[in-house]
């Protein structure tokens, strides 16, 4: 099992930065791609970042130019820096991380964004 533990949520206002981490624990060898998703209310969950172990990423457009993604494999975190938030950016953020072929969800962090 894989447990995962998020962090940095929060309310900015709009056009302020937020970073939230993920730190994963537990049955972490093998550990392979972890990302971050988001789900607003009323609304279907969303990809936001991916990143491989080795350090490839994948955004959705909407973050493009505003969120990184980043890890640290030697202590099992992922991070996601998020600039000029938008309050449309409001939502629970979920990492996940990929071992052996199973997927571990962590229970979330509210990021709120006022206008």
């Known amino acids: 099992q894989v447990q995962l533990v998020e962090s940095g949520g929060g309310w900015v206002q709009a056009g302020g930065s937020l970073r939230l981490s993920c730190a994963a624990s537990?049955?972490?060898?093998?550990?392979?791609?972890m990302g971050w998703y988001r789900q607003a209310p009323g609304k279907q969950r969303e990809l936001v970042a991916t990143?491989?172990?080795?350090?490839?990423?994948n955004y959705a457009d909407s973050v493009k130019g505003r969120f990184t993604i980043s890890r640290d494999n030697a202590k099992n975190t992922v991070y996601l820096q998020m600039n000029s938030l938008k309050p449309e950016d409001t939502a629970v953020y979920r990492c996940?991380?990929?071992?052996?072929?199973?997927?571990?969800w962590g229970k979330g962090t509210l990021v709120t964004v006022s206008s």
């Open positions: 537990g049955s972490i060898f093998g550990l392979n791609a």
């Open positions: 996940n991380a990929e071992r052996f072929s199973t997927t571990y």
């Open positions: 990143i491989t172990i080795g350090g490839s990423t």
